[in-house]
């Protein structure tokens, strides 16, 4: 009965946990994408579960410069400051975003 409990209190403890924002890259070759998300980890189990099982909905151009690299790095370039405002955020993870975008010579996805 205990496991039943943990699992409850994980699950609770996993909905209650306060986001976490910031700019993360993927890099695939030379190819970079770039990308603004709540949860970077969530983030980059996803990716790697929708390569794993052929990309469907992926930006274009992922999944064959997974399948000619094979590796793909992904990297948290910066987090968002947490106490910033919804409003906020959305202007700050814009500019930043875009800012990443430019340096990399990365796509959006």
Do not use: Y
């Not at 910031?22 to 929708?50: C, H, Q, Y």
């Not at 099982?53 to 000619?68: D, E, N, R, S, T």
């Not at 700050?92 to 430019?102: D, F, I, P, S, T």
């Amino acid at each position: 009965m205990g496991g039943k409990l943990d699992r409850r209190a994980a699950k609770a403890a996993w909905r209650e946990r306060k986001a976490d924002w910031a700019v993360t890259s993927m890099r695939i070759g030379d190819s970079v994408w770039v990308k603004l998300t709540p949860d970077p980890v969530a983030l980059e189990n996803r990716l790697r579960f929708m390569l794993k099982q052929g990309g469907a909905g992926l930006a274009p151009g992922m999944v064959a410069a997974c399948k000619a690299h094979g590796e793909v790095n992904f990297e948290v370039l910066e987090r968002l400051d947490a106490d910033l405002s919804d409003l906020a955020r959305e202007r700050v993870g814009e500019a930043r975003l875009a800012h990443w975008q430019a340096a990399l010579g990365a796509r959006r996805w």
